[in-house]
């Protein structure tokens, strides 16, 4: 159930972020648009990456690129590459 909530809580963030916060000349709204992309990147970081990557693209068009840079390789996955 937790899960299902976390995917809920995403989808809910994602469908009703300003993704061109990053362009506006009101620091407030900047400041605000920060918060939410912090809060949607700390979201994504606590579910499996297959499940967020799925909200994502359901969620989000193909210009704002899936956030894989929370996700750090594991060791094993180091030695490999």
Known sequence: M?????AGQLELLLRN???YYDYSDD???WTKGKRERDEIN???KKMPEAEAR???DQCVSGTFPFPG????????EQKSA
């Open 69 to 76: 840079s929370v996700y750090k390789p594991k060791i094993d």
């Open 54 to 56: 799925a909200v994502w």
């Open 27 to 29: 620091h407030r709204s």
């Open 17 to 19: 972020h300003d993704w």
């Open 2 to 6: 937790g899960e299902e909530n976390l």
């Open 42 to 44: 700390a979201l994504v």
